[in-house]
């Protein structure tokens, strides 16, 4: 395709993908280049998993020392405002000592200790969300024990028996100081603290 001087070309990049670099770029003496500045552009579309993971480190060492709801609201609101579109599920805890006391799975971003801090983040796309043919509080009925990994376990099969599907489930000891920010939708979010563990499932 033979291009001429003033030719312009929008670029655009699919859901889950941030566009990194003007949106629009003009032919000038046969090179693509930014409008505003005058210079050479490069575009290309880049992974929103992989460039949030990213932000979520940077801050969470900046702002370690807030508190953990603090901490939580700052990076949710962080998070939604440079990727609008997703619906985030920010968590800081107490540290944890043994596996029995702590267990996440699904899609998540997890690190213990960094900074000091210890969090999970889960993001979904605005556009998968959806209300469940179940409501979460009647799949997940009520939950026993204290080993996080066996309770992990028994929600895990009652998804299954129900014929529904999560994103995340986390579970935690009671006395972790769960802390938490959000903007999925409530249908999406089941949270409760059972009387040994603290639980979060994200099912959109």
């Known amino acids: 395709m033979e291009n001429y001087d003033g030719d312009t070309c929008r670029v655009s990049c699919d859901r889950d993908y941030k566009l990194n670099g003007p949106s629009t770029v003009t032919c000038t003496r046969g090179t693509w280049t930014d409008p505003n500045t005058g210079l050479v552009a490069t575009a290309n579309c880049e992974s929103v998993d992989a460039l949030f993971k990213d932000d979520v480190l940077r801050l969470v060492d900046r702002e370690r020392k807030r508190s953990h709801l603090e901490l939580a609201c700052?990076?949710?609101?962080?998070?939604?405002?440079?990727?609008?579109?997703?619906?985030?599920?920010?968590?800081?805890?107490d540290d944890i000592y043994s596996f029995e006391n702590h267990c996440v799975g699904g899609y998540y971003f997890h690190k213990f200790r960094y900074a000091g801090v210890n969090f999970v983040v889960?993001?979904?796309?605005?556009?998968?969300?959806?209300?469940?043919?179940?409501?979460?509080?009647?799949?997940?009925?009520?939950?026993?024990?204290?080993?996080?990994?066996?309770?992990?376990?028994?929600?895990?099969?009652k998804f299954f028996h129900h014929g529904e599907s999560y994103y995340m489930i986390h579970v935690v000891k009671r006395s972790a100081r769960l802390r938490f920010a959000k903007n999925c939708y409530d249908e999406n979010v089941f949270y409760k603290l059972f009387s040994k563990v603290a639980l979060v499932v994200v099912a959109p």
Do not use: Q
């Not at 990727?83 to 800081?92: A, H, K, L």
């Not at 043919?133 to 997940?140: A, D």
């Not at 009520?142 to 929600?155: L, Q, T």
């Open 122 to 157: 889960t993001r979904y796309p605005d556009y998968r969300a959806r209300r469940p043919r179940v409501p979460l509080s009647t799949i997940i009925g009520s939950v026993s024990g204290s080993h996080a990994k066996e309770v992990y376990e028994s929600i895990k099969e």
């Open 74 to 93: 700052f990076v949710r609101d962080y998070l939604k405002n440079k990727y609008p579109g997703n619906c985030w599920f920010v968590t800081i805890y």
